[in-house]
């Protein structure tokens, strides 16, 4: 089976830099992506790493270690718009799956 | 170019009743996934659907089925209908190929409320 445990909320000043954790479980693992997800919107794609190592993408950025089955998303400069749900999702090789985590509430404050 | 279209947008429907959510994938794109989406959690895989066929499927009882269309359209089906599948059920287009199948695009979702 897979399971992704992520942070439940995090709160954050406008301006700031936060990084949002996320580790997995899972048998044929392939890579790991970040889903963004306002209220009543979509899941939208962030990010993506099957190799270890940082993948920049604009003010967000997303980090792999496959021997420590651990992933994070970095957001900088944050804005008010960024406050929203955000999600780490695991690529499995058996069947081109994707597992969700249970998500991250993000809160930016003025 | 369209993306990921579902409808209808919002539906209520009775326990016991049976439900059909459908499903029209990004152009050029061959494989829909659905997802389910309780309020305040994670979306759960339901199963993939590939050359008309149902290549994964979550843990996710009978009576949740599909279909895919010759033209990568899709429905999913959910018989006998319980309070505890009230929920935003999501579609999700890719392409299968592990090189870029790892960017799902999603509809917008269906709203479903089983009262």
């Known amino acids: 089976g897979q399971s992704l445990e992520q942070p439940s909320e995090v709160t954050a000043v406008e301006g700031a830099i936060v990084q949002i954790n996320c580790t997995y479980q899972?048998?044929?693992?392939?890579?790991l992506s970040w889903y963004q997800q306002h209220d009543g919107g979509a899941p939208t794609f962030l990010s993506y790493?099957?190799?270890?190592g940082l993948e920049e993408t604009g003010r967000f950025s997303s980090f792999l270690s496959r021997s420590d089955s651990y992933g994070y998303l970095l957001l900088q400069e944050l804005q008010m718009k960024d406050s929203a749900s955000y999600f780490c999702?695991?690529?499995?090789?058996?069947?081109?799956?994707?597992?969700f985590g249970a998500g991250t509430r993000l809160f930016v404050k003025a | 170019d369209a993306g990921v279209t579902q409808s209808p947008t919002h539906l209520i429907k009775t326990r016991g009743q049976q439900v059909t959510l459908r499903c029209s994938p990004k152009?050029?794109?061959?494989?829909v996934s659905w997802y389910q989406q309780a309020l305040g959690q994670g979306p759960q895989f339901i199963f993939q659907?590939?050359?008309?066929?149902?290549?994964q499927r979550g843990n996710f009882p009978d009576r949740f089925s599909g279909h895919q269309f010759p033209n990568y359209s899709s429905e999913l089906n959910v018989n006998a209908l319980l309070l505890g599948d009230s929920a935003l059920y999501l579609c999700?287009?890719?392409?299968?190929?592990?090189?870029?199948?790892?960017?799902?695009?999603f509809g917008s979702g269906t709203q479903l409320s089983v009262l």
């Open positions: 999700a287009s890719s392409v299968l190929d592990m090189a870029t199948n790892e960017k799902l695009f």
């Open positions: 899972t048998s044929g693992f392939y890579g």
């Open positions: 790493n099957a190799l270890d």
């Open positions: 999702a695991a690529l499995n090789t058996g069947g081109f799956k994707t597992i």
């Open positions: 152009s050029g794109h061959d494989t």
């Open positions: 659907y590939y050359e008309e066929e149902e290549r």
